[in-house]
């Protein structure tokens, strides 16, 4: 090869050698910069979630300190920073208003929650929800339904939380009708749902009496559970359930909250059947079950009593439910204490083949007459 040869074949090398380090050098830097987005107008208006109805739907949402929660619409970050600050979860909030973007970062760096929270100008319609745990909404009947198809890719045993809107076509696990009260205060649904989704057609069946023949009325699963976190029950309370029938709210409490549950049960085969259930769920070392009448139940180390009676009975245990200590809380399935000042009510729709609107009173000891 002469030597005019020879250098175009070094200076071919050396332009292909460089165009080679150039692409390569370009192709980083495109995967390092940040994507740019030509954002559109946002579908519906900016209107807070009252923040005593984001503590609703957070509750609802039984988060566990190992979610990820995603808000979609998320606003001024006002459920991602409680979600972070009252439950100690991650949390991400996705909104196009880059206003509210800015307004939700700076929370976040003022409450110092930096390492739990994002929050991201994007497109809630392009997300992938599959890494979430928990989704929360407040938006519109339009935008729910355009979300179905992100939201039927997440993962088994997820939730979906939604502000006044439900998921049309599909049946919550929960429908809670909550009316705070507050200044010019309406009623807000909440409606809670678990993946994956179900149809009408697909609704779990109700309870049915025990095979022994046991004639008692079970508390719905869902309502059970709402009872807890509206009594907000925590790993160091005792809960005892007055009349507890099959153990499903002292199961429930020692195994979603890590708490101490004693069931009062006159009944000796629903007694039997609690404690063959709470082995079966491996809180036998949480769960008491003692045979006997609830008027003779010893109430004041409780925290947290749950009732499903009557008027009637419910009155009727107002001297032992007034031996409560100071703060402990009250919560009754469908049956109001007569003469009590009520302090929350809940009316819930567990959904499903549970058709029946329920309703559930909370009280905090020391009790208030209704005529004070």
């Given at each position: 090869?002469?030597r005019?040869?020879?250098?175009i074949?070094?200076?071919?090398?050396?332009?292909?050698?460089?165009?080679?380090?150039?692409?390569?050098?370009w192709?980083?830097?495109r995967?390092?910069?940040?994507?740019?987005h030509a954002f559109?107008?946002?579908?519906?208006?900016?209107?807070?979630?009252?923040?005593?109805v984001?503590?609703?739907m957070?509750?609802?949402?039984?988060?566990?300190?190992?979610?990820?929660l995603?808000?979609l619409?998320?606003?001024?970050g006002?459920?991602?920073l409680?979600?972070?600050?009252?439950?100690?979860?991650k949390a991400d909030?996705?909104?196009?208003?880059?206003a509210?973007?800015?307004?939700?970062?700076?929370?976040?760096?003022?409450?110092?929650?930096?390492r739990?929270v994002?929050?991201?100008?994007?497109?809630i319609?392009?997300?992938d929800?599959?890494?979430?745990d928990?989704v929360?909404?407040a938006?519109?009947?339009?935008?729910?339904?355009?979300?179905?198809?992100q939201?039927?890719?997440?993962?088994?045993?997820?939730?979906?939380?939604s502000?006044?809107f439900?998921?049309?076509?599909y049946?919550?696990?929960?429908?809670?009708?909550?009316?705070?009260?507050?200044?010019?205060?309406r009623e807000?649904?909440i409606y809670?749902?678990?993946l994956p989704?179900?149809?009408e057609?697909?609704?779990?069946p109700?309870?049915?009496r025990?095979?022994?023949?046991i004639?008692?009325?079970?508390t719905?699963?869902?309502?059970?559970?709402?009872m807890?976190?509206?009594?907000k029950v925590?790993?160091?309370d005792?809960v005892?359930?007055?009349?507890?029938?099959?153990g499903?709210?002292?199961i429930?409490?020692?195994?979603?909250?890590?708490a101490?549950?004693i069931?009062?049960?006159i009944?000796p085969?629903?007694?039997?059947?609690s404690?063959?259930?709470?082995?079966?769920?491996?809180?036998q070392?949480?769960?008491?079950?003692?045979?006997g009448?609830l008027?003779?139940?010893d109430?004041?180390?409780a925290?947290v009593?749950?009732l499903?009676?009557?008027?009637?009975?419910?009155?009727?245990?107002?001297?032992?439910l007034?031996?409560?200590?100071?703060g402990?809380?009250?919560?009754s399935?469908?049956f109001d204490?007569?003469?009590?000042?009520?302090q929350?009510v809940?009316?819930?729709?567990p959904g499903?083949?549970?058709?029946?609107?329920?309703?559930?009173?909370l009280?905090?000891?020391?009790?208030?007459?209704a005529d004070?």
């Amino acid at each position: 090869m002469n030597r005019n040869a020879s250098r175009i074949v070094f200076i071919v090398l050396v332009l292909g050698a460089v165009g080679f380090y150039a692409w390569s050098g370009w192709r980083d830097y495109r995967q390092a910069a940040p994507e740019v987005h030509a954002f559109r107008a946002p579908d519906i208006p900016y209107a807070p979630t009252p923040q005593i109805v984001v503590d609703r739907m957070l509750e609802a949402a039984r988060l566990k300190k190992t979610d990820l929660l995603y808000d979609l619409g998320s606003g001024d970050g006002r459920i991602v920073l409680t979600a972070a600050q009252s439950y100690g979860v991650k949390a991400d909030g996705f909104d196009l208003d880059a206003a509210l973007v800015a307004k939700s970062r700076a929370a976040a760096r003022a409450l110092g929650l930096d390492r739990l929270v994002s929050f991201e100008r994007r497109d809630i319609l392009t997300l992938d929800l599959s890494p979430a745990d928990v989704v929360t909404l407040a938006l519109s009947p339009d935008l729910n339904r355009r979300l179905l198809p992100q939201i039927q890719h997440m993962r088994k045993g997820a939730r979906v939380v939604s502000h006044d809107f439900g998921l049309p076509g599909y049946t919550p696990d929960k429908l809670i009708r909550y009316a705070p009260e507050m200044k010019q205060g309406r009623e807000h649904l909440i409606y809670v749902y678990t993946l994956p989704l179900h149809t009408e057609a697909a609704a779990t069946p109700v309870d049915k009496r025990t095979g022994a023949g046991i004639n008692f009325v079970p508390t719905p699963q869902p309502v059970a559970e709402e009872m807890l976190a509206m009594a907000k029950v925590a790993k160091d309370d005792l809960v005892i359930d007055l009349g507890s029938g099959d153990g499903r709210i002292l199961i429930t409490a020692a195994k979603d909250y890590g708490a101490r549950a004693i069931g009062y049960e006159i009944n000796p085969e629903l007694v039997a059947l609690s404690r063959k259930k709470a082995e079966e769920d491996h809180v036998q070392d949480r769960v008491e079950v003692r045979q006997g009448n609830l008027f003779d139940a010893d109430l004041t180390q409780a925290d947290v009593v749950t009732l499903y009676l009557s008027p009637t009975m419910n009155e009727k245990l107002l001297p032992q439910l007034n031996t409560m200590k100071p703060g402990a809380r009250i919560v009754s399935h469908d049956f109001d204490i007569p003469g009590i000042k009520q302090q929350t009510v809940v009316k819930v729709t567990p959904g499903g083949a549970y058709k029946r609107e329920r309703t559930i009173y909370l009280w905090t000891t020391p009790l208030q007459r209704a005529d004070d």
